[in-house]
């Protein structure tokens, strides 16, 4: 028979010090989540098909049960944790944390990893503004404990992108093409898409796939530019955020995108994402999505989220040289096994040691050549004895 043993594409194998960086990661940023006083949640990697949306079923790992029911690997986190919350009585507000594999079948030689490491929180029964702080703060100091440089949040609003397509009457394949436009900020394509509104609507469309950068600038250029003053409002709240956010980290780099648009179609406010150098493209997302109990058949339950791609950020961190080498092992214990109880005792006493699991001494010496370990002592019936120094034979 003959076995297939390559990686499916967008996946790959962790090795050693990358593994070990990685479970180091994830560890620290649970643990930064703990200290905030978040819960932990689990969630199953296979969910019936239906817990997720729609939108996005064509990049969606599908399989059939025993039973002939349509599963699929979890594309997304937030979703399975509103399948719980809204299913199980569980009693709100909460804060939750979690971390985990999810799986999407991007298109091919896309670049894009069809397999990633996501940690997150949700803040769910939470409206008030306290919530989106909380996410914003928690992003950007996680930032700094992971000492990631340069690092900027972008902000901006679902619920500007949501009025911005009551007012131009867009839906259907209409609003997917804007929606495609924005996200590729596309100057030339949307000039063209914006020729059958009227000239000040054109204008700002135009304008739109350009507007971000600083905030108050970047707010006041759109303001000027903007048809209707109803669509201040969104732009007020982002103003708002920023303004709150940098009283208390006033080193923190907040950006605006007037026209960001989330992958995910749930989000209804304030939503953000960071950015650092080195980062092919944004490793942390999030924002208030209201409206996603609706999906589970509920009333509207507020809540906001904050989700980090952690296989981007050890990326950053490796392209920084962040991430820790493993300590070097100076000694290499070789023993007789009726001496292993005098061996470990040694191993735990000295720290830059390391166990011999040959046979032999002369196995040991090689190895320890081999990986440049200075030293080889070995415990045998006689008692204890160097049998090896880096550079000679004892």
Not at 85 to 101: A, F, M, N, Q, R
Not at 207 to 225: D, M, N, Q, S, Y
Not at 377 to 385: A, D, I, N, P
């Amino acid at each position: 028979m003959n076995w297939n043993l390559n990686l499916p594409t967008g996946t790959r194998d962790k090795l050693f010090r990358e593994a070990e960086a990685a479970h180091k990661l994830e560890n620290t940023v649970l643990d930064f989540f703990k200290e905030r006083d978040f819960m932990r949640i689990e969630t199953p990697i296979i969910e019936f098909e239906d817990v997720f949306s729609s939108e996005t079923k064509e990049t969606h790992y599908r399989f059939f049960d025993e039973k002939g029911r349509l599963l699929a690997l979890r594309p997304d986190m937030t979703l399975p944790i509103g399948r719980v919350v809204h299913t199980t009585g569980v009693h709100l507000p909460l804060k939750l944390s979690y971390s985990g594999k999810i799986f999407r079948a991007n298109a091919g030689f896309s670049g894009d990893r069809n397999e990633e490491t996501q940690a997150g929180i949700e803040l769910i029964g939470y409206g008030s503004k306290k919530a989106e702080i909380e996410c914003l703060l928690s992003g950007i100091r996680l930032m700094q404990t992971l000492a990631i440089p340069d690092f900027q949040m972008e902000l901006g609003h679902a619920g500007f992108y949501e009025l911005l397509l009551q007012k131009l009457h867009l839906s259907g394949q209409a609003e997917n093409e804007f929606r495609s436009l924005l996200q590729n900020k596309s100057l030339s394509e949307m000039q063209a898409f914006s020729e059958q509104f009227e000239p000040k609507w054109a204008r700002f469309l135009c304008a739109l796939p350009r507007l971000f950068g600083e905030v108050h600038p970047t707010i006041l250029e759109a303001k000027a530019l903007l048809p209707d003053e109803e669509l201040n409002a969104p732009l007020d709240e982002i103003l708002e955020m920023a303004t709150i956010i940098q009283q208390v980290e006033p080193n923190a780099s907040l950006l605006v995108d007037i026209g960001l648009v989330q992958e995910l179609r749930y989000y209804t406010g304030l939503i953000f994402r960071g950015f650092a150098s080195f980062a092919a493209d944004y490793f942390l997302s999030g924002g208030r999505y209201d409206r996603l109990s609706e999906h589970f058949g509920q009333t509207k339950v507020p809540a906001v989220g904050l989700a980090l791609h952690l296989d981007s950020i050890l990326a950053v961190k490796e392209r920084h040289g962040l991430t820790e080498k493993f300590s070097k092992k100076e000694i290499l214990i070789h023993y007789d096994v009726t001496e292993l109880k005098m061996a470990e005792r040694y191993y735990a006493e000295h720290p830059e040691s390391v166990l011999s699991f040959l046979d032999s001494e002369r196995e040991s010496i090689a190895f320890a050549r081999k990986w440049d370990i200075g030293t080889v002592v070995s415990f045998q019936k006689e008692g204890l004895k160097v049998i090896f120094e880096r550079g000679e034979r004892v």
